[in-house]
């Protein structure tokens, strides 16, 4: 697609797998706008195609030369709910990011002509902010994010007292954070945490790829008990100067010695040192444990703004733990030994995006 913008001819265009030299313009492109998030850089693309095989759309427009605009998409083929083309599965941001108007409607106007070449059931924009008042949304999502103060001992402050004491409470009871060269203690706890949820694991070799692929802007913090036992872990994305906690698991025995409120805390801790100027605490749906437990932190809900292009179906759909139509399917899969939903998880998981 080709348009005129600023005197300028505007073409859309997809990125190609091996297209370093653009790859390298796309990713120079994200970090430098502000409206971009970890999850619109290019290497997204081979996360989604070597882990889960799905077909992606990485469109980026281009002028003079220069890219004005970037939109990463996936097409989720799901024998569970159906065909979609996303932006972005598995991730909580995503939607167009561009420099002018005329490049963010070239973009979506190229996305709604692949879904429709494609059969897709819907298109979907995990939107930050509100781009179509028309399209139909998704309000069930809110994201948590608050400074990180200078100060070491503000930062502690700063939190909530029931919460704060907590976070004591691990230090008191002689709990220490390390840095993990490779995923199998996170990946451990993982597995067990999202099985006890009644829910289906990503497969260890999806972190695997996201520890090569983001390199020091992927990181897992584990924390573990005196005798050195891992007790709760977090895998952590790094994105200009903000710090996203992103997935997390912890032993059974985590709760009784507030392993989960020392983690995050090291981790806002270490942040800290960094000279980091924000912790996103990430997506939770409203009305959920995690919600009211990044609520107890001290942390304000903005709403989410996920918007669809409906084709073949006629509501949002609502894919996510919440439907009361999962109900059995998750008390089942709690129900189902560990070994058994780990090998099965990664083959109804990719179809979740």
């Known amino acids: 697609m080709s348009s005129w913008i600023e005197g300028s001819v505007l073409t859309v265009k997809r990125l190609m797998p091996n297209d370093f030299a653009t790859e390298a313009m796309w990713e120079a492109f994200v970090l430098a706008s502000p409206e971009a998030t970890f999850f619109h850089r290019p290497g997204w693309q081979r996360v989604m195609q070597q882990v889960f095989r799905h077909e992606t759309y990485f469109l980026y427009a281009l002028a003079d030369g220069q890219i004005q605009g970037v ?20 991730a909580v941001y995503g939607g167009v990011v561009a420099d002018s108007a005329q490049a963010a409607d070239a973009l ?7 879904a429709k070449q494609l059969g897709v059931a819907h298109l979907e924009c ?10 139909p949304a998704q309000d069930l999502y809110v994201t948590f994010r608050k400074e990180i103060l200078q100060d070491e001992d503000a930062n502690m402050l700063a939190i909530p007292r029931k919460q704060r004491a907590m976070v004591r409470k691990g230090i008191k009871n002689g709990l220490r954070s390390t840095l ?17 949820h009644g829910t289906p694991a990503m497969p260890k070799r999806y972190f695997r790829a996201l520890l090569s692929e983001f390199g020091p802007d992927c990181e897992i913090l584990t ?14 994305f790094y994105f200009r100067d903000e710090v996203l906690p992103y997935y997390a698991g912890d032993d059974a025995s985590a ?23 924000v912790f996103d605490y990430g997506r939770s749906k409203q009305g959920t444990g995690s919600y009211a437990f990044k609520k107890n932190w001290g942390f304000e809900p903005t709403a989410l703004h ?29 129900r ?7 090998w099965l998880g990664p083959f109804v998981v990719r179809n979740l995006g």
């Open 108 to 114: 979506e106007f190229e996305a709604q002509k692949i």
């Open 126 to 135: 995990r939107n930050v902010s509100p781009r179509h008042a028309d399209w």
């Open 223 to 236: 924390v573990v008990a005196p005798d050195g036992r891992p007790l709760s872990s977090v895998l952590s």
């Open 255 to 277: 709760r009784n010695l507030a392993a989960n409120d020392f983690k995050y805390w090291e981790l806002m801790r270490r942040a800290c040192q960094r000279g980091l100027k």
């Open 306 to 334: 996920y918007e669809y292009c409906l084709y073949t179906r006629s509501s949002v759909p609502q894919n996510n733990p919440s439907n009361a139509k999962f109900k059995l399917l998750i008390a089942t899969w709690r």
């Open 71 to 90: 939109l990463p998409l996936a097409h989720v083929k799901s024998w569970l709910f159906g065909s979609a083309l996303v932006a972005l599965p598995f």
């Open 336 to 342: 189902m030994p560990l070994r058994v939903a780990i």
């Open 180 to 196: 993990d060269a490779d995923a199998d203690n996170f990946f451990t706890l993982y597995a067990d945490n999202v099985h006890r």
